[in-house]
């Protein structure tokens, strides 16, 4: 177990909605990344946060936004849902530049 | 695109067997190279690799890295049931916009059979 929890486990939504995904990092720690997995695929970086401040951002739509808090929990928000937008979404906290630790996932699926 | 390699993608083999996971990676200058097993959802970390032809080792698993000719092992000997799961390589660029951005590669299916 590595202190990092996700909720939803799993959600369900369809094609024009909106979704947020909720993490909370391990204690201690000021940074969360997100990544995306899809099926048989590797996780693909989306964006990090440090300290509530965006700290890089991979190849994704502006229709992936994300939140840090200051208890350093975080969100990520997905409008527009398409499709390929299925996919297990992991959250991973670390200190900054620091080993990162994945929560369980919430696995989304658009219909 | 920084690109991480892993071979095989998938691998089947009996309880007792000694396996080698590859991992080679386009990434000419990184911070580190970790290694992650995947079994239901969460990737739990395993090793993380800085300096080249150090082993790094936990019970039944080792790891080494080449930061000459870019690649990784992931070795596991005495294979067990509870060994079956993903293996995942990822890597660390050292730039400053990217790090802490970890690059990863599809994965190595291991399914260990009793």
């Known amino acids: 177990e590595t202190g990092v929890t996700q909720s939803p486990t799993h959600l369900i939504k369809t094609r024009g909605q909106q979704v947020t995904l909720r993490c909370s990092s391990q204690?201690?720690?000021?940074?969360v990344s997100w990544y995306q997995q899809a099926l048989g695929q590797g996780p693909q970086f989306i964006f990090q946060?440090?300290?509530?401040?965006?700290?890089g951002r991979g190849n994704f739509p502006p229709r992936f936004s994300g939140l840090q808090f200051p208890n350093y929990s975080s969100e990520l928000n997905v409008n527009a849902l398409e499709l390929d937008d299925s996919a297990l979404y992991l959250c991973a906290s670390s200190l900054v530049a620091d080993t990162q630790y994945f929560g369980p996932g919430t696995r989304l699926t658009v219909l | 695109e920084d690109k991480v390699v892993q071979s095989p993608l998938s691998l089947v083999v009996h309880e007792g067997d000694t396996v080698t996971l590859n991992c080679s990676y386009e990434v000419t200058n990184f911070r580190s190279l970790l290694w992650y097993k995947q079994e239901k959802k969460a990737p739990t970390f395993l090793f993380m690799l800085?300096?080249?032809?150090i082993e790094k080792k936990s019970g039944r698993l080792s790891s080494i890295l080449d930061k000459k000719e870019l690649f990784s092992i992931l070795n596991i000997t005495a294979t067990q049931t509870g060994d079956s799961a993903v293996y995942l390589c990822?890597?660390?660029?050292?730039?400053?916009?990217?790090?802490?951005?970890?690059?990863f590669g599809r994965g190595t299916q291991l399914t260990v059979w009793p």
């Open positions: 800085t300096s080249s032809g």
């Open positions: 204690s201690g720690h000021n940074t």
């Open positions: 946060y440090y300290r509530e401040e965006e700290n």
């Open positions: 990822a890597v660390e660029p050292l730039r400053g916009s990217t790090l802490g951005r970890l690059y």
